[in-house]
């Protein structure tokens, strides 16, 4: 197993780089960068992908002028302004003579601005990243992270009750509908999970809204946010009951496609195990049918559902969170990543990138981990 382990981290590696490549790649053919985005704001045009696509007759003055000085901002900016952001940004550096003493500068006419070769960029940014250096946000004055805990605690609500919420309403369901599989319980179910799986995450929140957050009917659920605004003068049953009161919508919404999921995952395992022979033998040895479900069907109907449990987390942390957050008025990782990817905030997009990916891969590591955890008779070194 050690051996196996180590496989699975050295391929870490390779894994990471491919995917920081190919999102660095993309990122050098995607129009309005950084330094477009403070020129466009300086400019008072607010945004830099409006200005660069622009429209008829100013467009294409607009584009002649970005020709001519290499940024769209720079119509009306100084040229030594741009050129020390793109120093303060990492795109170029600055070089001066062998005998020049002092501060280098853009102004010293001893010294001249050299740019920086996007692969010479990459391979900077992966030696800082690979020493968990990550930089600093373009346009927030703070670290990247110190950005990522900022806004971790919505993200971590956000998934980890789902995800519990899910194992403690699936797993009993699903292993009831097995119980009762082609009844009319199963069927009732099955077609109310189905429906549920059908419907998008963000258009239930917004009928969450709706109905229970003072849209056309109830007002039960606050609209936004993770707390209320006399939060710190709150009893701490108060506050339990306070954070719970504004998770529950959040969370209700985002709950609809891993429970169906769950759920089905759990009866068709239930069901797997209940056909194989141990439980014949179980039931004709007089074992009452609670003592042969959880007894003996349990852990091994229990395998994929609970090794899952680390990955369905992670799914849920990272994915689809966006829209809810959106929804909600959530500050966390999903509007983080969403505005530093239109403010073209490369030190944040390609920082977090960089972070949750590896801890996808090691993430996945520990769900097979829990695989051989929860049945040994798993061996994935034999296998391989």
């Known amino acids: 197993m050690g051996a196996y382990i180590l496989r699975r981290l050295l391929l870490v590696i390779p894994t990471l780089l491919g995917i920081m490549i190919i999102n660095f790649t993309l990122t050098q053919f995607v129009p309005g960068g950084p330094i477009d985005q403070v020129a466009a704001r300086l ?31 720079a119509r009306g900016l100084p040229p030594e302004f741009l050129a020390q952001l793109e120093v303060e940004f990492g795109f170029a550096r600055i070089v001066c003579a062998p005998d020049f003493n002092g501060t280098p500068t853009i102004k010293d006419p001893a010294c001249k601005k050299e740019i920086i070769p996007p692969v010479e960029r990459f391979f900077i940014m992966m030696w800082n990243y690979m020493r968990f250096d990550f930089g600093q946000s373009y346009f927030r004055s703070t670290s990247v992270v110190g950005l990522i805990l900022e806004k971790m605690p919505v993200s971590i609500t956000l998934g980890l009750w789902t995800t519990l919420v899910a194992y403690l309403v699936s797993i009993p369901l699903g292993i009831r509908k097995a119980v009762k599989d082609g009844s009319k319980f199963d069927t009732w179910t099955s077609g109310i999970i189905i429906a549920a799986y059908s419907i998008p995450s963000f258009l239930f929140a917004i009928l969450l809204l709706q109905l229970f957050a003072g849209g056309s009917f109830y007002r039960i659920f606050p609209l936004r946010g993770l707390t209320s605004e006399n939060f710190d003068s709150l009893s701490l049953a108060g506050k ?86 959106t929804i909600f008025s959530l500050d966390g990782l999903g509007q983080l ?48």
């Open 43 to 73: 400019e008072g045009e607010g945004d830099a992908i409006k200005a660069v696509s622009g429209s008829g007759a100013d467009a294409g003055q607009d584009q002649s002028a970005a020709d001519q000085n290499g940024y769209i901002g």
């Open 337 to 384: 990543g969403y505005k530093s990817a239109v403010e073209r905030d490369y030190p944040v997009v390609f920082g977090t990138l960089f972070a949750f990916g590896l801890m996808g891969l090691v993430i996945g590591i520990i769900s097979d981990l829990m695989y051989v955890w929860t049945d040994p008779r798993i061996d994935f070194e034999r296998r391989d």
């Open 240 to 325: 339990a009951l306070d954070y719970l009161w504004h998770i529950t919508l959040p969370v209700v919404s985002m709950l609809i496609a891993s429970f169906a999921t769950l759920t089905l995952l759990t009866k068709n395992s239930f069901l797997d195990e209940i056909r194989k022979q141990y439980v014949m033998t179980a039931r004709a040895k007089g074992l009452s049918e609670s003592r042969v479900l959880y007894g003996h069907v349990f852990r091994n109907a229990m395998l994929i559902v609970i090794a899952g449990f680390p990955g369905l987390f992670i799914s849920v942390f990272f994915g689809g969170s966006l829209l809810i957050e």
